[in-house]
């Protein structure tokens, strides 16, 4: 049985719009090289959470995020990135107007490296074949490769997925899956997916967390998932 350190920490993670509880202390232990399955309906606090990993939006005071020991939950967005942290949003947020390669390139400014490195075309052979077409030409699923190479390239110890499926041809959907699993193990990443499309993160995930009403409300591993549970949660 192989043991995975704890990697990344939160405690107390909260948020609150106009005296609207979004985030309610969250408090979870992120492992080194597991895929985790974030699952809830809209609204039940992922993309808040995930903003407020990244720095996107303020915790509340008392809120802790360290990776590796390191609070980050002061430092801005960009010193998490430096620290660790990559974040996919929902809807991709590629450049449009840039080139396949240069949207690439802008996930390399944190680092000292200029030419995108081999293993993202291994990984994402299509990106390479359309490098030079505009970022906005490609289809849903080639843009979130390319979403995720642009992460990638920050060499990330915690990657973050909002939604990935989202606008992807189901046939996609299983593949991507894969990579996932690939991702993990060539770069000991570990990885958080948002997502609502079940089979997907049944397919991906090695843990799985429920979110509803801002707060963590079920947790298990891939295997003591109790499918039927969990989808009773998604038709909240």
Do not use: W
Not at 38 to 59: H, M, Q, R
Not at 160 to 186: C, F, N, Y
Not at 198 to 219: N, P, Q
């Amino acid at each position: 049985m192989i043991l995975h350190m704890p990697l990344l920490e939160l405690t107390k993670i909260n948020k609150n719009f106009g005296g609207v509880q979004a985030l309610n202390d969250v408090s979870l232990t992120i492992n080194e090289g597991e895929i985790y399955g974030l699952i809830g309906p809209n609204g039940a606090g992922k993309t808040t959470l995930f903003k407020s990993l990244i720095g996107i939006l303020e915790c509340g005071s008392g809120s802790s995020i360290k990776i590796n020991d390191r609070e980050l939950a002061t430092e801005p967005s960009f010193m998490r990135v430096r620290s660790g942290l990559a974040y996919v949003p929902q809807g991709r947020m590629i450049f449009p107007n840039l080139s396949v390669t240069d949207n690439i390139r802008t996930g390399l400014d944190s680092s000292n490296e200029k030419n995108v490195p081999d293993y993202v075309y291994e990984l994402f052979p299509v990106l390479k074949e359309m490098g030079k077409r505009k970022g906005g030409n490609l289809s849903g699923g080639q843009q979130q490769q390319l979403a995720i190479a642009r992460a990638l390239v920050t060499k990330p110890k915690v990657l973050l997925l909002d939604e990935p499926t989202e606008g992807i041809q189901p046939s996609i959907i299983k593949e991507m899956a894969e990579k996932l699993k690939t991702i993990r193990d060539m770069h000991d990443v570990s990885i958080i997916v948002a997502e609502q499309v079940l089979s997907f993160a049944l397919t991906a995930c090695d843990r799985f967390l429920v979110m509803e009403g801002g707060a963590i409300v079920h947790s298990s591993d891939r295997s003591e998932v109790d499918a039927e549970k969990i989808k009773k949660f998604l038709s909240v």
